[in-house]
């Protein structure tokens, strides 16, 4: 059974059944293909298992195109949405745990719409910058605590 994986697709947080595979599939042989390719062959073995609306591929595309690029270790430009974005990187830790925690009493006290993401995958959180020193926090794309509650 595939793992289903949350990623942002436009201003929407989707769920995209068996990604992880494909993209380790791909890899390999993808990394340095242009953009367009990736998303082609990325789209044509996830759209076995998800449906992907015909007005929304385009943003599908690019977000499953910064996925990979993110995994091979390629830069990849955040995808920017309005608001307040914040991401806590940790392995849910009971410090990582303790920040989400605060976070989100200081979200609702001040009555702050904002749109959280938690990222456990080391990969991902290397791409931060934020690697060994858990738990990271992130706001509106900078890393602004590493290793501290």
Same mark, same amino acid.
């Given at each position: 059974m595939s793992? &289903?994986? @949350?990623?942002? &697709?436009?201003? *929407?947080?989707?769920?995209?059944?068996? @990604?992880? =595979? &494909?993209? =380790? =599939?791909?890899?390999?042989?993808?990394? *340095?293909?242009?953009?367009?390719?990736?998303?082609?062959?990325? !789209?044509? #073995?996830?759209?076995?298992?998800?449906?992907?609306?015909?007005?929304?591929?385009?943003?599908?595309?690019k977000a499953l195109v910064r996925q990979f690029r993110r995994h091979v270790g390629q830069p990849v430009p955040e995808a920017q949405v309005g608001g307040l974005e914040i991401k806590i990187l940790g392995a849910d830790c009971p410090n990582c745990r303790?920040? #989400? =925690?605060? !976070?989100?009493?200081? @979200?609702?006290?001040?009555? !702050?719409?904002a749109d959280l993401e938690e990222i456990h995958d080391a990969m991902e959180m290397a791409a931060h910058g934020v690697v060994v020193i858990t738990p990271g926090l992130i706001i509106n794309g900078k890393v602004v605590s590493a290793g501290r509650v």
């Open positions: 793992q &289903v994986r @949350l990623i942002r &697709v436009g201003n *929407h947080k989707v769920g995209i059944s068996g @990604l992880d =595979e &494909v993209i =380790e =599939e791909l890899a390999p042989a993808y990394a *340095h293909r242009p953009d367009a390719e990736v998303a082609q062959a990325m !789209l044509e #073995r996830l759209s076995r298992r998800n449906y992907f609306p015909p007005p929304a591929r385009r943003e599908y595309e303790q920040l #989400r =925690e605060r !976070l989100y009493r200081v @979200l609702e006290q001040f009555g !702050l719409p």
